[in-house]
T-cell receptor, first 118, second 112 residues
């Protein structure tokens, strides 16, 4: 089991370009979560997706950010027209089921994508 | 709104010391609490998960306790080693919605 795979590991974009971050969940996991870690800060929830559905996007900025988890392929976090403030580490996590009510289940995190906007 | 606070923000100890990291949360409506380790430039490694109905969990030299009613958790590391140097993150899984709320972390340095 390869775990949660994120790519690229490092991404450099110029201001105004688009950034696409990919996340392949663990085998058998159909729930994906994206978190962002700004420099010197803790991780903040962005979005929770199941296959072909966005369940909770309450942590996503209203503009320029979007996420999808298609029926086939990885989950994609897309940031359009990047700005310097988007520079951060973006982490993806997955779980095999809806964690609500399941005390003994946790998340498995990927190694993250470190986005640098120059 | 759930807030998670970790104290201290940074800790430097000599090798061999036993140490305690603290985590507090404002809302007791949680399913579980996880302690993670993060090495510089790396991802998160789950160390221990404590269910809301449990009081503690142990794994090797690590012991984590949870007092849900008072909103506190501690991570105890016995006989610390230089390889324990990392950032330790505490996170609670909210009862409402599938969200983990993280603390800002404790940066631990164990000197040889």
């Amino acid at each position: 089991n390869a775990g949660v795979m994120q790519n690229p590991r490092h991404l450099v974009r110029r201001r105004g370009q688009e950034a696409r971050l990919r996340c392949s969940p663990m085998k058998g996991h159909s729930h994906v979560y994206w978190y962002r870690q700004l420099p010197e800060e803790g991780l903040k929830f962005m979005v929770y997706l199941q296959k072909e559905n966005i369940i909770d996007e309450s942590g996503m900025p209203k503009e320029r950010f979007s996420a999808e988890f298609p029926k086939e392929g990885p989950s994609i976090l897309r940031i359009q027209q990047v700005v310097r403030g988007d520079s951060a580490a973006y982490f993806c996590a997955s779980s095999p089921l809806n964690l609500a009510g399941r005390q003994n289940y946790g998340y498995t995190f990927g190694s993250g994508t470190r986005l640098t906007v120059v | 709104k759930q807030e998670v606070t970790q104290i201290p923000a940074a800790l430097s100890v000599p090798e061999g010391e036993n140490l305690v990291l603290n985590c507090s949360f404002t809302d007791s409506a949680i399913y579980n609490l996880q302690w993670f380790r993060q090495d510089p430039g790396k991802g998160l490694t789950s160390l221990l998960l404590i269910q809301s109905s449990q009081r503690e969990q142990t794994s090797g030299r690590l012991n984590a306790s949870l007092d849900k009613s008072s909103g506190r958790s501690t991570l105890y590391i016995a006989a610390s080693q230089p390889g324990d140097s990392a950032t330790y993150l505490c996170a609670v899984l909210l009862e409402y919605g599938n969200k983990l709320v993280f603390g800002a972390g404790t940066i631990l340095r164990v000197k040889s």
